[in-house]
């Protein structure tokens, strides 16, 4: 899925004046810069800190792929309507303006309290999308039998608004009566043959009852005894009997019913997921950047120490400028390349903390954001 604006979230020592050289040199000053705003934290020990990286980049990753399940559900039922949208604000406009929940996101709570509270509130609106998505589309699959039954050809379609009861033999001990849906290519072989399929079928007993473009159907009536046998009979001379239909008033009103249940249950659970997704989609993406700030942090402080001293930026790349999305990146590293020291350009792992909790390392703390 791709998406419609990819950011990097950067951290660099406020010792560096880099804010600079961001606006005016980044992609020769093509880039749009916002600060980013992240408040202190109760810390803890570094150790601490550790285990909190490994889980916040585990729930960065659960959380991003969350989101594009939601984006694709609401692309899918949605025919048109803006859903991208975070606590009133164009998503955009939000993760620009970012600004600590400090009443939803107590700062006196620890960050594997605050972690815990963020993650465990993504993962349940998570988990009731997909019930609601699976519920949906359950329905869904009940409306589209329901319209086959209706709107298909003779050989599948519901039959009760074209039968009628003098069309069949009813309350008798000996004798029954098929229905069969016979292909129009078929109908002089069914005409000639179908009295001799089986013993005791009623001479001139077919009855067009109906047609289609592709199918006439007939009514035959026969002796119970032979009626698989003429099932069975039928089908070898690829004729479709209708052994889904047996002639009952209470089935049909049950039938006539079906078709405007499926509809009326597929739309009103479709209606409850869109509502839910499009909420999911606002507070999944608050609880990931919440998650994006934490993660920043901690990182930041494992890279450059304490006490925290950092500047947070936010670089946007638009889809049109997301060509220079990997070149501004390397731009990056060979300006600022140094604060990972002489071991960075040769491939050691300078940071004890950093090599334990990220494979990927970089010289500063950088992150991806990409909104789909």
């Not at 026969?222 to 889904?244: A, H, M, T, V």
């Not at 600022?336 to 903390?353: A, I, K, R, T």
């Amino acid at each position: 899925m791709e998406p419609i604006c990819k950011y990097f979230l950067l951290s660099l020592p406020e010792s560096i004046d880099s804010k600079d050289w961001l606006k005016q040199s980044l992609n020769n000053g093509d880039c749009q810069l916002n600060d980013f705003k992240i408040p202190e934290f109760q810390i803890g020990t570094l150790d601490s800190l550790v285990q909190e990286s490994e889980e916040l980049s585990k729930i960065d990753v659960q959380l991003q792929t969350s989101i594009s399940k939601i984006v694709d559900i609401l692309n899918n039922v949605l025919e048109n309507g803006s859903f991208r949208t975070v606590n009133s604000k164009n998503v955009l406009d939000y993760v620009e303006t970012f600004n600590w929940n400090s009443s939803k996101y107590r700062l006196d709570k620890s960050i594997k309290s605050l972690v815990e509270i963020i993650s465990n509130e993504a993962i349940n609106l998570d988990s009731d999308v997909r019930t609601s998505y699976s519920n949906y589309q359950t329905a869904k699959s009940n409306f589209l039998a329901a319209d086959r039954k209706r709107n298909g050809d003779l050989s599948i379609k519901s039959l009760h608004d074209i039968v009628k009861p003098e069309d069949f033999i009813l309350d008798s001990e000996n004798l029954t009566t098929i229905l069969i849906a016979v292909p129009k290519n078929m109908n002089d072989d069914f005409k000639k043959s179908y009295e001799t399929l089986t013993p005791f079928v009623i001479p001139r007993s077919a009855k067009l009852i109906s047609f289609d473009q592709e199918y006439n159907l007939y009514s035959v009536s026969l002796f119970k005894k032979y009626e698989q046998d003429f099932i069975n009979g039928s089908r070898e001379k690829k004729w479709q009997p209708r052994i889904d239909f047996t002639y009952n008033e209470e089935k049909l009103n049950e039938m006539r019913k079906e078709f405007d249940l499926t509809k009326t249950n597929e739309q009103k659970l479709k209606n409850e997921l869109i509502r839910l997704a499009k909420t999911a989609y606002s507070e999944i993406l608050n609880n990931w950047i919440h998650i994006k700030a934490i993660r920043t942090y901690v990182e930041s402080i494992l890279r450059y120490g304490l006490p925290p001293q950092f500047n947070c930026f936010l670089i946007k790349f638009n889809k049109q400028n997301f060509k220079n999305f990997d070149k501004s990146k390397t731009e990056l590293i060979k300006k600022f390349g140094y604060l990972g020291g002489d071991g960075f350009e040769n491939g050691s792992n300078l940071n004890e903390y950093a090599s334990l909790v990220d494979p990927d390392f970089e010289p500063f703390v950088i992150y991806n954001i990409e909104i789909v």
